[in-house]
């Protein structure tokens, strides 16, 4: 059986209890829709600022999950995501951006990491694909938003190639998790996505997708991420995969195009602290 990255440790959250196991101060997770004060299509634990909820619900929402990780929301940093590729390193000078306004966020940017302790770096999805890095030596975490946009444009790879070149990190030496995302039971795109990913397999990975009619085909963002970690020099015992689909999992995840995109958004999060609660 493969070994499941996330579980369910809260209403509110799922965590890594095998992640916090490399490192007693690592925080990392993933938010489900549940526990919070959001009405209607956002019901109930909407972390996204840019979508038809009420700013104020969405700020007391990431204020409760703040307090259940015992993590000061001031810690927390947001990026404007636009589903592309950019990577930025986050410092303390960034505490607090995105965080109780959208303005605020870090501009145009789905890969947020930092080496420094007690900052939260925290992502929004509704059905794309959360990728998750760590690295002990360099004391490097990270996390990308990767739709299929993102994944076509390697932003995992990027993150890989980023600690590589400015960090001096050993690609062998990371470790990723691929979180939960719509799977190929519910995704389907047409030849216009699928030309794009032909771009950048390989002619030996197997094939992330298959026709379900014509012109429209099944795919799997996971499979192709991990494909793509592996390119970039990742070890593949070093990825874990989550099985969820948010799709699917309509108890706990919002989806995007299973509510046809009128929907919250769930946080992934990560951050290294000294002052976290005992779970």
């Known amino acids: 059986m493969t070994q499941q990255p996330f579980q369910l440790q809260h209403e509110t959250y799922l965590n890594s ?23 209607g299509d956002f019901h109930s634990l909407n972390l996204g600022l840019h979508v038809l909820d009420k700013p104020e619900n969405v700020v007391l929402n990431r204020r409760r999950l703040a307090d259940e990780l015992n993590s000061p929301l001031e810690n927390w940093i947001c990026a404007d995501q636009v589903h592309d590729s950019s990577i930025y390193k986050v410092s303390q000078s960034d505490r607090g951006k995105g965080i109780l306004d959208y303005e605020s966020a870090i ?17 929004c999805y509704a059905d794309c694909v ?3 890095f760590y690295e002990h030596e360099k004391k490097l975490i990270g996390t990308a938003h990767a739709g299929w946009k993102g994944t076509v444009k390697d932003i995992g790879g990027k993150m890989i190639q980023t600690w590589i070149k400015d960090e001096e990190a050993d690609a062998a030496s990371i470790y990723a998790i691929i ?17 794009k990913v032909n771009q950048v397999i390989r002619t030996t990975d197997a094939l992330p997708y298959h026709e379900v009619s014509a012109g429209q085909y099944s795919l799997d963002l996971k499979q192709l991420n991990k494909q793509l970690l592996i390119h970039a020099g990742v070890k593949e015992d070093r990825i874990l995969t989550s099985s969820l689909c948010t799709s699917c999992e309509s108890s706990k995840f919002f989806s995007h195009r299973r509510d046809s995109g009128s929907t919250g958004r769930m946080f992934s999060f990560i951050g290294l602290t000294r002052r976290r609660k005992q779970l």
């Open 179 to 195: 979180g939960p995302s719509i799977g190929p039971c519910c995704y389907v795109v047409d030849d216009y996505v699928i030309e």
């Open 17 to 39: 209890p095998i992640w916090e196991k490399l490192n007693d101060e690592l925080v990392v997770g993933f938010t489900t829709k549940n526990g919070g004060i959001s009405c």
């Open 107 to 123: 501009r145009a940017t789905d890969g947020l990491y930092t080496q420094e302790e007690n900052l939260m770096l925290a992502l």
């Open 130 to 132: 959360p990728l998750y």
